[in-house]
């Protein structure tokens, strides 16, 4: 690398309530040659993410200090929210 290589601030912007997802933190410094490819695994994870969370957990349930929907007894969703928090352990 040159030394007048740029470098980029990566942050990600999120619902308020979502869980942080991805190895990003506050933000990430990434050279121009690897932003494309983070960019684009950021994009796909977080995608999958999101649409596993807001269909066990629901939109209107994902506000801080929201009350919970109850628990539920059907297996799918069960199966979903178990992925979730699959998802959530292994990016922390």
Known sequence: MTSNA???????QMRPGMPAT???GPFKLVSAASLGPLV???VIKANLFS???LQSVGVTHSAPGAPQPPPTTDPAKRQRIEYVRWLRARWR
Do not use: D, N, T, W
């Open 6 to 12: 740029a470098f980029f601030k990566v942050s990600m």
């Open 22 to 24: 991805g190895p990003l």
């Open 40 to 42: 684009r695994e950021l």
């Open 51 to 53: 649409q596993v969370y």
